[in-house]
C-alpha cells in the first residue's frame, strides 16, 4: 500500500536573528532598535556601551529608538566574504534622538541618495555557516 503523500510542505528552518539584544520585533508590531541612554548623564547610544564614554556610568535605560532616519551617507558594495552575497549596501543613518546607526540598506544599488528619509525594517544581512538566512535590521526607503 503506497503511502499518503504529504501535502503540506516541510517547516522552513527557522530565521537566525542577530543582535537580539539591538532589535525587538514585537508581534504586530514594527520593530525598533534598543538605544541605551545611561542614566547618571543622559547620553544616549547604539549600539551600547558600557561603560558610557561620557561620564564611565555603568547603569543604562533602554529606550526604543525613533524608526524614521535621514540617510547620512552610504555605499553600494561589491566585494562579498562568505554567506555575503554583492552587491549590498552599508550607510550610516541619523535618528532625531542624534544617533548615528551604521546599517545595511535594503534595496537596489545606484537608487539611494544622501539626506533622503529611511525607516527601519528587518531583512536577510547574510547566511550563516550552514546556509540559513540571518535577519537583522536594515533600512529602507521610507
Ligand atoms: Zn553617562
Not at 528552518?13 to 504586530?28: G, K
Not at 541605551?36 to 564611565?56: E, S
Not at 537596489?108 to 540559513?132: H, P, S, Y
Request: charged share 25%.
Amino acid at each position: 500500500m503506497a503511502e499518503k503523500k504529504k501535502v503540506k510542505k516541510e517547516k522552513e528552518p527557522d530565521i537566525t536573528f542577530y543582535h537580539p539584544d539591538l532589535l525587538a520585533v514585537p508581534e504586530n508590531e514594527p520593530p525598533y532598535l534598543k538605544g541605551y541612554k545611561c542614566k547618571k548623564c543622559g547620553q544616549l547610544d547604539f549600539p551600547k556601551v558600557a561603560p558610557c564614554p561620557n561620564c564611565w556610568g555603568e547603569e543604562f535605560e533602554m529606550v526604543p529608538l525613533s524608526r524614521k532616519g535621514i540617510l547620512y551617507s552610504f555605499s553600494d558594495l561589491y566585494i562579498g566574504q562568505p554567506g555575503l552575497e554583492t552587491p549590498y549596501i552599508c550607510g550610516y543613518i541619523d535618528l532625531p534622538e542624534n544617533v548615528r546607526i551604521f546599517a545595511m540598506l535594503k534595496g537596489e544599488v545606484n537608487t539611494f541618495k544622501c539626506d533622503e528619509e529611511v525607516e527601519l525594517t528587518t531583512g536577510q544581512i547574510r547566511m550563516n555557516a550552514d546556509g540559513l538566512p540571518i535577519t537583522s535590521y536594515m533600512f529602507q526607503k521610507a
